[in-house]
């Protein structure tokens, strides 16, 4: 997303519309809706997002990162896609998250885990918002940015550490894939299992 004079909102924040054709959109939702959803778990709380996760997983409840089960030939495609987006080695791309967030569900203000570096997501369905601020002295700065339909963002230095993000609760029906890097450090762990 770049301003009147080609500047990104934010250092890091990189997006680009049409990244997938309305066909792949269709299939894609089918796949996730196939999947094995289930409803987003944050220490006890139960969120009216629905995920699913692939490589590894954060366990919200146990604080901890671990394996889970290894993407599906599927999603490679999309993976690799999406790694050349965001100019990342395929390989790099590590995690996949498949939401859908029915009507009522959204995302409240956060910074992606630590255990994470590069976020590269996919939204599809619905149109959204992804909306970013970060405390300066006693006051919040704000930034927002359309998430349309078929389109793609990556996450990346100062928009993925500097600043939380949310989205608002969802009208209509959205889905997404977010594909993740691990942070250095983190790339050898014990193969543990954990979920979303």
């Not at 890091?12 to 796949?31: K, Y």
């Not at 942070?183 to 543990?192: E, I, L, N, V």
């Amino acid at each position: 997303m770049l301003d009147l004079f080609d500047t990104p909102l934010l250092p890091g924040l990189m997006t680009s519309n049409d990244f997938i054709t309305e066909a792949e959109e269709r299939l894609l939702i089918e796949r996730i809706d196939a999947a094995d959803l289930s409803p987003f778990r944050f220490q006890g709380w139960t969120g009216k997002r629905l995920t699913m996760s692939y490589g590894w997983a954060y366990d919200f409840d146990a604080g901890q990162l671990g394996k889970a089960d290894p993407f599906p030939d599927w999603l490679l495609p999309i993976r690799d896609r999406a790694a050349r987006f965001a100019r990342l080695p395929e390989a790099e791309l590590v995690q996949a998250l498949l939401i859908r967030y029915d009507p009522g569900a959204g995302i409240g203000w956060h910074r992606d885990r630590p255990a994470f570096e590069h976020v590269v997501g996919i939204s599809l369905g619905a149109p959204a918002t992804m909306r970013f601020r970060r405390r300066h002295a006693e006051r919040f700065e704000r930034v927002s940015a359309p998430l349309p339909p078929r389109g793609v963002y990556q996450l990346s230095g100062e928009a993925r550490h500097d600043w939380e993000h949310s989205i608002v609760e969802m009208e209509h029906t959205r889905w997404s894939l977010t594909f993740r890097s691990l942070a250095a450090g983190k790339r050898s762990r014990p193969d543990s299992r954990a979920r979303s």
